[in-house]
């Protein structure tokens, strides 16, 4: 018993991306991450101020197992790359039942500067 047909049917579209690009098409629920629920992450203090760099909660199928995906992987969902920053298996009893994971929004550098 898991959660995922329930992904499956309502779930956005969140394809895991190894780092030699391969992509894995997958869905999975993503939700930002409230200033309750984040006061534990660490944020970045910039010139402007700060940065709570977009954390997001991420729950998906067990079959598309973030807890092993390799250094460098990155879901992509809506056009936006999200970094892996932490991932853990829910048990229900002795079968995983569904992945959490804490995803960030990727911030990539121009390349013109």
């Known amino acids: 018993m ?3 047909k329930y992904i499956q049917d309502y779930g956005r579209q969140a394809d ?3 780092p030699s690009g391969a992509v894995s098409e997958n869905r999975a ?3 930002p991450l409230r200033y309750k629920n984040k006061m534990y992450l660490s944020g970045v203090y910039t010139d402007i101020g700060f940065n709570s760099e977009g954390h997001c909660l991420y729950i998906g199928a067990p079959g598309c197992d973030l807890t092993a ?3 460098g ?3 992509l969902a809506d ?3 999200y970094r892996i ?3 853990e298996k829910v048990y229900a009893k002795d079968e ?3 992945i959490w994971a804490i995803i960030r929004v990727m911030i990539e550098e121009d390349e013109n500067e």
């Open 96 to 98: 995983v039942f569904y």
């Open 73 to 75: 992987a990155y879901i």
């Open 69 to 71: 995906a390799p250094a």
């Open 2 to 4: 898991n959660i995922a």
């Open 16 to 18: 895991l991306v190894s």
């Open 85 to 87: 920053d932490r991932a």
């Open 79 to 81: 056009g936006i790359k």
């Open 29 to 31: 629920f993503i939700s």
